[in-house]
């Protein structure tokens, strides 16, 4: 079965710095999809980033970058020049292509992201 | 605009009584799916739908049934509500397959008491 695991609960940082958040998961399948989500203080869900497992190349979005490392089955967010807005809780989620025919997403417990002035 | 709409945003239920949570989408989506969020266990599965008359289980399906009439339309229904199921419950949908991502709605909110 799949499953995603965050371990930082919580990280702080200072306005206009570099955070990364860590996310690791674990999959039978050859292929698969990993996202990352980000959940504001009003509770909105929305979508950031994501990553081809078959893609070397790692995906970016603005200031959203992805460090995707296979073979340690992990895949780190990375976001820069921080702002205060990017104060939020983010969650990483993964959909197995071939196991599992549902489409359905897999999320990690998530990291709260406090960005300070 | 494509969208996902939740009702009721906030919903307060007497232990034993039945809720049901609403859901529609704009999106034209085969896929939709109903998550509870608590914490420290972030988003769970609850049921899906793959189209109009289809519901399947999800991770933690037990206490909840669900329902979808049509393709715009998925419900959660809580047939004797617990008070271990007050949590923040979200609707999303989907086109399912490979890289697309979900949808969310804004979440609804529900007490047990």
């Known amino acids: 079965a799949q499953k995603v695991t965050q371990t930082q609960t919580s990280i702080s940082v200072m306005e206009k710095t570099t955070v990364t958040m860590d996310c690791v998961y674990e999959?039978?399948?050859?292929?698969?999809?990993l996202f990352w989500y980000k959940q504001t203080a009003s509770g909105e869900i929305v979508f950031l980033i994501r990553?081809?497992?078959?893609?070397?190349e790692n995906a970016t979005v603005g200031h959203y970058s992805l460090n995707f490392q296979k073979p340690k089955s992990s895949i780190g967010l990375i976001i820069t020049a921080t702002q205060i807005e990017d104060s939020a809780v983010y969650f990483c989620?993964?959909?197995?292509?071939?196991?599992?025919?549902?489409?359905?997403?897999?999320f990690g417990d998530g990291t709260v992201l406090t960005v300070k002035p | 605009e494509a969208a996902v709409t939740q009702s009721p945003r906030n919903k307060v239920a007497v232990t034993g009584g039945k809720v049901t949570l609403s859901c529609n989408q704009t999106n034209n989506h085969n896929n939709m799916y109903w998550y509870r969020q608590d914490t420290g266990h972030g988003l769970r599965l609850i049921h899906y739908s793959y189209g109009a008359g289809s519901t399947e289980k999800g991770d933690i399906p037990d206490g909840y049934k669900a329902s979808r009439p049509s393709q715009e339309n998925f419900s959660l229904i809580l047939e004797l509500a617990t008070p271990s199921q007050t949590s923040v419950y979200f609707c999303a949908s989907g086109r399912g397959l490979g890289n697309s991502d979900y949808t969310f709605g804004s979440g609804t909110r529900l007490l047990v008491i």
């Open positions: 989620a993964m959909r197995e292509v071939y196991n599992t025919n549902t489409g359905k997403l897999t």
């Open positions: 990553q081809d497992s078959y893609k070397k």
């Open positions: 999959t039978q399948d050859s292929s698969y999809f």
